[in-house]
């Protein structure tokens, strides 16, 4: 249930902020008031696209939030969206995806706007909606899954027959790539064994001189480190014999010796080996540019050459057995459209059962709402013999036929009804939709579409009768269907500051009764209009209740009280 929302910066909405009631809640106003807005800003809570342009002008960003009771605890869903376009949501202060925030929303809302109206014209609908009455979540879970696997191996032949169909030409451009690579055969690791190369040899002279300067000094010289470095110990010696603070010195003589031994040693060495090699340099050179070119062709580094070599190879093996895996895969994909077909049969064979279950339900909801004798019918073809027409749905097309006058012949429900006998369908259908999931709000934008004078008051009464089961939130334009609720919203829109304002506003006793008046009579409310408007609501709520609200008042002199 919806108990509280707040909106913020959204299209003419500067704040605003409303308690909504258990019941039936309905909501009146001018048209282009805002009305449509707080519903938008609903919608926004259960996930619906976002654009710019929804943010105040002058504005940053637009924020609603909302406080649902669901499952006996509170949920507070909130939705930012900023001139840029960006959107972020969050349930309990913790951020969610958009996918996260429609399953919450489909649990706590369902919104039905005029453009359901539209879509109930689609036969495509039709389908979806007769599965819902019918309970066949798990059975087209079923049928989906067996879809996807036949849809895959389906795909899975195809591109394995096109490979077959262009086999030669693919073989022989992996069999040049393969050979272009085996030409050159690098070593893993070996561009960087052949670059640390090249520097040696491309700088031999400046490495021999270096080594000759540091052997001399260190060895060679007559002044040479080691030279020098004997006479310290001789010094380091004589002062340890007169301080044995001297003496720890001495003990690591022989390591330092050894170490620089083996240095002069390997600068000898080195030295001596290190030969200019033009012949060997341009060899490298060479090489590395026959490597560059694989990884620059195959790269960019050379375990992808590898890699790529490995692929070449398994598909040369994949393209040698392909006439053994096609075999394969036509045998899976048969035994897939199989498994699909009898998942499809079977929730077919729970179609058509329960419609009749569905048809019989509608028919009594039509009843209730002023289109007795109505009679209506579920038609299904059957598409089990094209795999064109094979869907997750199932092989089923369904679609409504009905007919909504006495003797007449049933007819598809779009050539049929008119735009208030649509409007009685599509709340017929809803109720029936959500009669298994109490606790839900059910939002209901122009449900008297088309509609009014009698049937208005039956459309009225139902909502009120769901407004037992349900939150009902109700905009609409009707006083015949306004009166029946619990709690009366008015939303109304002015100007401050040279800026559009909207406002909603809980409306009770003299206030609601006027509001009334305004939808009776127009712009001039007149005294009648508000006496026709406090029957009503009297006829409608029960005057014990009214007065308790306040919503009623003693007569003045000469002025007699209706009763019902």
Known sequence: MLRYLNIRNLAVIESLE?????????????????????VGAVGLLLGDRASSDIVRTGEETAVVQAVFE???????????????????????????????????GSRLVDLHGQHEHQALLNPDVHLDLLDQFAGLTDERKDVGAAYAEWSTLRGELEDARTRERDRDARVEFLRFQQSEIDRVAPRPGEDGELVAERALLANA????????EAYGRLYDDDSSA??????????VTELAELDPRFGPYLEGREAV???????????????????????????????????????????????????????????LAALDSSAET???????????????????????????????????????????????????EVRFEDGRGSEDR????????????????????????????????????????????????????????????????????VVGQRLQ?????????????????????????????????????????????????????????????????????REMLVARQGESELEAKGETRTPAKGERRKRR
């Open 257 to 315: 010796e050894v170490h620089l031994g083996e240095l002069a040693t390997f600068l000898r060495e080195y030295g001596a080996h290190i030969e200019a090699a033009p012949d060997r340099l341009q060899e490298l050179e060479d090489r590395l540019a026959s490597i560059e070119r694989l990884k620059r062709k195959y790269g960019p580094a050379l375990p992808d050459v590898f890699e790529r070599r490995s692929r070449c190879a398994e598909e």
């Open 205 to 212: 002279e400046k490495l021999r001189r270096l080594c000759g």
């Open 326 to 376: 096609i075999a394969d895969l036509e045998r899976r994909l048969a035994a897939a459209a199989d498994r699909y077909v009898k998942a499809a049969a079977s929730v077919s064979a729970k179609r058509k059962h329960r419609s009749r279950d569905f048809a019989t339900a509608l028919e009594g909801e039509l009843t209730s709402l002023a289109m007795s004798g109505t009679r209506f």
């Open 465 to 533: 009768s769901l407004g037992r089961v349900f939150q009902v939130l109700c905009i609409t334009h009707l006083p015949q269907i306004a009166v029946c609720g619990q709690s009366h919203y008015r939303v109304a829109k002015g100007e401050r500051g040279g800026r559009t304002h909207t406002t909603v506003e809980p409306l009770w006793g003299p206030a609601r009764v006027d509001e009334l008046a305004r939808m009776i009579a127009g712009s001039v409310v007149t005294d009648g209009a508000r006496a026709t408007a």
């Open 390 to 457: 094979w869907t997750p749905r199932g092989t089923d097309v369904a679609e409504f036929f009905v007919s909504p006058n006495p003797g007449e012949d049933v007819r598809p429900l779009a050539r049929i009804v008119s735009g208030g006998e649509l409007s009685r369908v599509m709340l017929a259908l809803k109720t029936l939709a959500t009669t298994d999931s109490p606790g839900k709000t059910l939002v209901f934008d122009e449900v008297d579409a088309g509609i009014g004078g009698r049937v208005a008051d």
């Open 70 to 104: 669901h499952d006996g605890r509170e949920v507070i869903v909130r939705r930012e969206v900023t001139a840029q376009g960006r959107s972020r949501s969050f349930v309990d202060g913790q951020l969610v995806t958009a996918g996260s925030l429609k399953e919450l």
């Open 226 to 235: 080691l030279s020098s470095l004997a006479a310290v110990w001789k010094r």
């Open 18 to 38: 409303v308690s909504f009631q258990p019941g039936l809640n309905v909501i009146t106003g001018e048209t282009g008031a805002g009305k449509s807005i707080v």
